[in-house]
């Protein structure tokens, strides 16, 4: 079955501090995976893909076929990343049909 | 150009009612999704379009009517609102369909008493 995990539901950790938000996946096939944020009170937006490689906001995901994850981490931890993040999950041209994981809530504390 | 707008952004109805969601977009894209939010389960498909004239459906369908008339418009119906369709309900439209980016609208907070 297609799923994607989040297992924490809430992640509070003081400004300056490393963060790693899980993601742990099940798909058959070559997924694509994805990192959405939503900040206070914004819409949800798209933060990060794997397959583009790229660091926003300083947060980088490395896909882990092996170990079936897309954690995303930050080494440096701002307040203004506190918000809600969801780990998603794209079939082979499903296009947005997105499976989203249950998200996680980053605190980041002065 | 707000891309995506959703309306009404709150309602309350009872158990029973019926209510229309409405999305409309500006940015031409042909595919657009409804979702819902709820806590501790993430976001769900409803159902989605993926050019005017077709929907289908997605993981979560049962309640729930859509309607694409026209390219910018995908409506979202609720015949008979139970307290379990409480929710935040996502209209998105796939911005990139080579990356796969969805543009989400601001979201409709939607409560049945």
């Known amino acids: 079955a297609q799923r994607v995990t989040q297992p924490e539901k809430l992640l509070s950790v003081f400004k300056g501090a490393p963060v790693e938000l899980k993601c742990n996946y099940s798909?058959?096939?070559?997924?694509?995976l994805f990192w959405y944020v939503q900040y206070s009170r914004q819409r949800l937006q798209l933060l990060l893909r794997?397959?583009s490689r790229e660091s926003i906001k300083g947060f980088t995901a490395d896909l882990n076929k092996g170990e079936t994850s897309f954690h995303l981490k930050k080494p440096f931890a701002q307040e203004e990343d506190s918000a809600m993040y969801y780990c998603?999950?794209?079939?082979?041209?499903?296009?947005?049909?997105?499976?989203f994981g249950q998200g996680t809530e980053l605190s980041v504390k002065p | 150009n707000a891309g995506v707008t959703q309306t009404p952004k709150f309602q309350v109805l009872k158990t029973g009612q019926s209510m229309t969601l409405q999305c409309a977009q500006d940015m031409n894209h042909n595919s657009m999704y409804w979702y819902r939010q709820d806590p501790g389960m993430g976001l769900r498909l409803i159902y989605y379009?993926?050019?005017?004239?077709?929907?289908d459906k997605g993981e979560v369908p049962n309640g729930y009517n859509v309607s694409r008339l026209n390219k910018r418009e995908f409506s979202l119906r609720l015949e008979s609102a139970a307290p379990s369709q409480t929710s935040v309900y996502f209209c998105?439209?796939?911005?990139?369909?080579?990356?796969?980016?969805?543009?989400f609208g601001e979201g409709s907070r939607l409560t049945v008493l």
């Open positions: 998105a439209i796939l911005a990139g369909v080579l990356t796969g980016e969805l543009f």
């Open positions: 794997h397959i």
């Open positions: 379009s993926a050019s005017e004239g077709t929907t």
């Open positions: 798909y058959s096939g070559s997924p694509e």
């Open positions: 998603a999950l794209s079939g082979y041209n499903q296009g947005g049909k997105l499976i």
